[in-house]
């Protein structure tokens, strides 16, 4: 009766449906009652009104079976629910790591992909990493999904039962392109994401430059974009010696984007609002970042601008 891609899809679409046939039952039963009402004391019956007190009865008849309902549903619900914690011992590791806005998956030895393969019929078990703010890591044909918290362990796992690929979303607000946050889950045949794994090329060793990290760390990212796209304030790339018109003391004055600028973008980033940018969104680094980091951001933005 119950299909999906893992083998965890039967426990949570049961509840599922549990829940949706009980809320059918009183949906129907309670429209159908009040209709009834109704037509059966309609005014125009001239039934007369009678005064009742509470029935002792009636009360108790509408505590105890909601509060089977709710034991049903908790029953079935932890039925689904205990065995996605409980992961078999020869489950295959993978890291799911998230950031502003997409996901990369960590195979070990330096070894990462933008696109989760997996092998048919194997555990895998799924680390969540955030490195920047809380994210929620999702598999809608495998019914899994947990919050994805800086600095807080977190884990999933499941086991693929059909080849294809399958959406993977993020499911926590996370910033303008947080829509976008999605990518592919992909199963195959064991033999094919054995050869797949041996042709991943080592990248993951390679660690972000210093000011990458800094702004990464300062949340930046969440409104200065990398790769061009306008988000709340200019995009990074190909900023360095770029020419702005900026608002400086109510006055429209050209700029080119220097140390200095940027220095001064970043301890008061109210002085010289680029046009098109509203004023006070951005708040001073000043006590956040030293003189020392501000040149490394500064120098991670001369890369993105080929200087």
Known sequence: MFEGASNLAAGVDRTFILILAIAVFFIVGITTFMIWTLFKYSR???????????SVTLEIIWTVIPLILVMVIFFYGWKGYAPMRKVPADAMKVTAIGRMWQWSFDYGNGKLSKILVLPINKAVRMDLHSVDVNHGFFIPAFRVKEDVIPGYKNYLWFI??????????????CGLQHSGMNTKARVVENSVFVHWLDSLPVTG?????????LIKNSGCIACHSLDGAKLVGPSFQGVYGKKHIVV????????????AYIATSIIDPGKDVVKGFNKGLMQSYRDKLTDAQIVQITDYLKTLSGK
Not at 44 to 54: D, H, L, M, S, V
Not at 205 to 213: A, F, M, Q, R, Y
């Open 44 to 54: 125009k019956k001239n039934i007369p009104a009678r005064q009742f007190t509470g």
């Open 248 to 259: 400086t003391d109510g006055k429209e004055v050209e700029k080119v984007v220097d140390d």
């Open 160 to 173: 693929p039962k059909y080849k294809g690929d399958y959406d993977i979303f993020c499911t926590s607000y």
């Open 205 to 213: 060793n390679i660690p972000d430059p210093e000011g990458l990290v």
